[in-house]
């Protein structure tokens, strides 16, 4: 990789992991262009979780290489922000909304280094742009699901990352919090960052995203939403157990 | 025993054996906490049981009661309880309570037999074993509280200086994982941290009790607080008190062993915690009582109130036999139209029948604005 | 053996088998750690109890012991109610309270009678045999062997009569219910069988080590097959074992006998854990060797069999990585030649049609 060529923002090459002895992801290569905002989707169990998780190795990868902006994983973990799902944590945790959102700069703190004004400052302004300044005081076991998952991205947001790795972001928010966190992800990918983010919800792909990885084990096909999200790749990803299928140039709208 | 208290806190001995028990108190209460918030508590049970064999082999060893042999002899054998768990755990289908479960009765049972066996070696003072099973905090002299406050300033410098990575550890370890911090070295260092805590409560708690010095005040504590740090600094203030209270307890009546003592005091603040803060048992059932209650009358003002819009008469009187008909089994509706009739919202007319008062109808129109209508 | 050791394994025998009958139910509905609960927390109802009628093995003594076993659950399922105690934070609080007024009673007003502080811990078998039930004059044995006896006769009644009930509500609760098998109900049962077991053996090995007895032989067994009825079997065979072994060590270094055979019921599991056949340590890894080298052969061969298509060859940056190093490699092409799946033409490596239906079968069907 010549430093001339723009490296894509992410790129896994043989990307396979295994549980025990079952395969979740089987030598998956995807290369995610500069600025994109993808979505993964796939049947339950095709491994979007598993992908997410591995490209930051969360989890052991069997084989693989991961690379970010051109450089291995490892050397770029500041490039990449993560917004896990809002179930994988204790909302009855004693902290506060902004607490919670400072947490994105201990990162860039490092070791033993307390937060200080600096980074209470940036957590407030990341509350802002999720619209949620108002709570920064309050309890996070008092929010709802969709402010939980605004705080999480707001958390995502104060680590200034170039890349955006979302595992379900609009799992069961409410429709307000799903329109501000696609106009917040436009904004990032307008601003030249990357976002990936595993999509439940086949309805709102073309309306969100405008390039799509289809997984199911291993990769079935990746691009862009209107040339490979169509029946014949939803039929070889989810087998017949999908109603919904695309047609060319339909302008479905969920609402 | 306001005098027996005066002559305590005046008597040197008694001030040292206080101090030990106040310190102990603060750690546990700190270093508990970590252990609450992880969902742990069961693993510090597991470990203060483990701690036996270690004790008692370094006994046998050592041959004397030397207390730093004794401290490292029980940290070993509580972090190899833990890591044989982790072993089970992470390489069979056994789940983790079982996995505990074991733990705790083969360490504590291999303890017990190896009692028995030093019992019988020439020169073992037999007393001076048994303090660690239920604690006796009359034998802390001032060497004892030494250790007991330089190993708790080591956990409690630790815990502040990893602050906000033992906060990431407990609240969402993968996120804190990929921000490049290595979560087995802090998950490593919070097992340290409590080791060390039951370490210095062994000799005032007792190895069989000393997992509630850790669990009950944090629980105590996060019932009246939301914030991590206040948390923590009241959990260490209600240990530390429950600590010196079960010390004096335990000295003032005869036959009453220390680490029980303790206890109880320590457990009658959490179960109150739990019972009576905001957030407590019966607080939450008041609050759900007090809604259902309120719920069931705007619904009988409404059913009221759609009655009458029928008969086109808003004041138009109703039995409540029919009121009673669309509702639940078990729904009391006199008990609601007698707590609508003391807010001046209902009125009786006649032995069975009820009306909307006029300001009962203002209330329905304010209650529910969709359903207003002409 | 003297008939007074005789007496004692009779005793051990009959406690081990009556506590891992239900232990194998609490280990699969994850509940180990409630029996630390239950047995702590009896003694509480032990002593009170034992105040009233001064006769361990009464009967009276030991059903209102049992029933604070189960008053203990339902306290902590009362406290765990609380929006912010969370499930073992729970347990945590309830059971040393219980203990610890236990203690304090025990130290303070029970001194010099039957049961102190030393035989809540130890347990006292060698003892109970010297309780014996005369009846007009004859010796018909041990008591606690009687009242122990009605214990295990107890329990295996409650599993055969609820075998099926336990079991489908242990598997899933909530289909459980859905058929009418009232699951809260089985569970509050179990708890009380639990709790009136704990209570007999008190007796023999003191209010800690029963949890030994009741969770490590269901562990072992449950590493060694997948029949919940071979499970349960197997259980009792391990608790005997485990028992009569402990009491032989017991008796050898002249030790505590509750607390050897805790300690070799862990040792039990420790063999079990390592050696058994498909489950065991040794296993595991054996078969995680051999997965790493079924997953190399099949990405060896699924690279061969696009080359030989003309299919995007893509050059393997990771190569290194999939085996681990040239020797692996080395090993894997060997065991790939050996099967015939492929061979070797002028240093390169081609598929034979074994391998090429290897291929097919195997990982496109995937």
């Known amino acids: ?108 703190l490092g070791w033993i280094r307390r937060p200080g004004k600096k980074e209470h400052e940036k957590a407030l302004s990341a509350l802002e742009k999720v619209d949620m300044l108002e709570f920064a005081q309050r309890q996070i076991s008092q929010l709802s699901g969709g402010q939980q998952q605004r705080v999480f991205l707001a958390r995502a947001l104060v680590q200034s990352a170039s890349v955006y790795l979302l595992d379900e972001p609009f799992q069961g928010v409410d429709a307000t919090t799903e329109k501000a966190i696609v106009r917040i992800l436009k904004e990032l990918t307008d601003g030249g960052k990357t976002v990936l983010a595993v999509h439940h919800d086949l309805n709102t792909v073309s309306e969100y995203y405008e390039q799509i990885a289809i997984l199911n084990v291993g990769l079935v096909a990746s691009g862009r939403v209107d040339e490979v999200f169509n029946s014949e790749n939803l039929m070889k990803a989810y087998g017949g157990k999908t109603s919904f299928f695309p047609e060319r140039k339909s302008s479905r709208r969920a609402v | 025993m306001l005098e027996f208290a005066v002559e305590l806190f005046s008597d040197y001995t008694a001030r040292t054996i206080l101090l030990g028990a106040a310190s102990l108190g603060i750690v546990s209460g700190v270093v508990g906490s970590y252990a609450v918030l992880r969902k742990q508590s069961l693993v510090g049970d597991v470990m203060s049981h483990a701690a036996l064999p270690g004790i008692v082999l370094a006994f046998i060893i050592m041959g004397v009661k030397e207390q730093l042999p004794i401290f490292i002899g029980a940290a070993l054998s509580a972090v190899l309880a833990v890591f044989l768990i982790n072993l089970v755990t992470s390489n069979s289908r056994i789940k983790t309570d079982s996995a505990m479960g074991m733990a705790l009765s083969v360490f504590f049972g ?96 007792g190895v069989v009790l000393m997992s509630s010095m850790l669990i009950a005040p944090a629980v105590a504590a996060r019932q009246w607080t939301g914030g991590m740090g206040s948390m923590v600094i009241l959990a260490a203030l209600i240990a530390a008190v429950s600590g010196v209270t079960g010390v004096a307890l335990s000295a003032g009546f005869e036959n009453v062993p220390t680490g029980p003592a303790v206890i109880v005091c320590v457990s009658v603040i959490a179960f109150f915690s739990v019972l009576f803060s905001p957030n407590g048992f019966f607080t939450l059932r008041f609050k759900d009582a007090r809604s259902r209650r309120e719920i069931k009358k705007d619904y009988v003002l409404k059913a009221l109130h759609d009655l009458a819009l029928e008969h086109d008469d808003p004041g138009y009187a109703h039995s409540e036999r029919l009121l009673a008909l669309g509702s639940e089994k078990g729904f009391n509706v006199r008990k609601s139209l007698s707590q609508l009739k003391a807010a001046g919202y209902v009125e009786r007319a006649g032995e069975e029948n009820w009306r909307l008062t006029p300001s009962g109808i203002r209330q329905i129109r304010e209650l529910s604005p969709l359903e207003r209508s002409g | 053996m003297s008939p007074h050791q005789f007496d004692i394994q009779l005793l051990a025998i009959i406690v081990a088998a009556s506590c891992a009958i239900p232990g194998a ?15 702590h927390s009896i003694l509480l109802g032990i002593i009170l109890a034992f105040f009233l009628v001064k006769d361990l093995s009464s009967p009276i003594l030991i059903i209102g012991a049992a029933a604070s076993g189960v008053l203990a659950i339902s306290l902590i399922e009362a406290v765990n109610r609380a929006r912010l105690v969370k499930k073992d934070a729970s347990i945590g609080i309830v059971f040393p309270f219980l203990f610890s007024v236990a203690v304090i009673l025990l130290s303070k007003y029970a001194r010099n009678v039957h049961i102190d502080t030393h035989s809540v811990l130890l347990g006292e078998i060698a003892f109970a045999p010297f309780n014996r039930l005369i009846l007009s004059g004859m010796d018909l044995g041990p008591k606690s062997a009687y009242v122990m006896g009605s214990i295990l006769l107890l329990n295996l009644l409650f599993i055969s009569f609820f075998y099926k009930e336990l079991k489908v509500s242990t598997f899933d609760e909530s289909f459980a219910s859905s058929i009418g098998f009232r699951p809260r109900l089985i569970h509050y049962l179990l708890m009380a069988v639990v709790s009136l077991t704990c209570v007999g053996a008190f007796d023999a090995v003191g209010s800690i080590l029963v949890i030994a007895l009741i969770v490590i032989p269901p562990c072992c067994a449950y590493l060694l097959t997948d029949s919940l009825f071979r499970m349960i079997l197997l259980s009792v065979v391990f608790g005997i074992s485990a028992a009569v072994s402990g009491f032989w060590v017991a008796n050898w270094l002249d030790v505590n006998i509750a607390g050897s055979m805790a300690f070799v019921c862990g040792v039990f599991f420790l063999m079990v854990f390592l050696l058994a056949p498909q489950r065991g340590l040794f296993g595991i890894m054996r078969e995680k060797r051999k997965q790493r080298m079924d997953f190399a052969e099949a990405s060896l061969l699924v690279s061969l069999y696009n080359q030989e298509r003309g299919e995007s060859v893509k050059n393997h940056p990771d190569s290194r990585s999939m085996f681990r190093s040239a020797d692996f490699a080395s090993k894997v092409v060997e065991f790939l030649k050996q099967k015939g799946e492929i061979a070797v033409a002028g240093g390169k490596l081609f598929l034979t049609e074994k391998g090429r239906e290897r291929v097919r079968t195997t990982v496109e069907g995937r």
């Not at chain 1, 490039?79 to 860039?108: A, I």
């Not at chain 2, 001032?142 to 033992?166: C, H, N, R, S």
């Not at chain 2, 370890?173 to 990929?178: K, L, N, V, Y």
């Open chain 1, 1 to 108: 990789m010549s430093s001339g060529e723009q490296s894509p923002a992410v790129r896994v090459t043989d990307l396979t992991v295994a549980y025990g002895d079952k395969t979740v992801l089987w030598d998956i290569d995807l290369e995610i262009p500069i600025g994109s905002m993808v979505a993964v989707v796939g049947p339950n169990g095709a491994g979007k979780t598993t992908l997410i998780k591995s490209i930051q190795g969360l989890v052991p990868r069997v084989a693989g290489v991961v690379s970010i902006h051109g450089k291995p994983y490892e050397k770029q973990r500041k490039e990449v922000s993560y917004v896990p799902q809002r179930g994988s944590v204790d909302w009855d945790f004693p902290t506060s909304v902004v607490d919670t959102v400072k947490m994105g700069s201990y990162g860039d």
């Open chain 2, 110 to 205: 291999l303890g017990l037999v190896l009692l028995t066996y030093a019992q019988k070696m020439p020169d073992a003072n037999q007393a001076g074993l048994d303090k660690f099973l239920f604690g006796q905090a009359e034998a802390l002299v001032e060497k004892d509280v030494l250790i007991i406050g330089v190993t708790g300033l080591f956990a409690l410098l630790v815990v502040g200086l990893f602050w906000k990575e033992f906060k990431l550890l407990c609240f969402d370890p993968d996120f804190g994982g990929t921000m490049g911090f290595s979560m087995k070295s802090l998950d490593l260092l919070v097992t340290a941290v409590i080791v060390s805590a039951i370490v210095i409560g062994l000799q005032t708690v």
């Open chain 3, 25 to 39: 139910f609490l280990v699969l509905r994850r509940m180990s750690m409630m029996t630390d609960a239950i047995s």
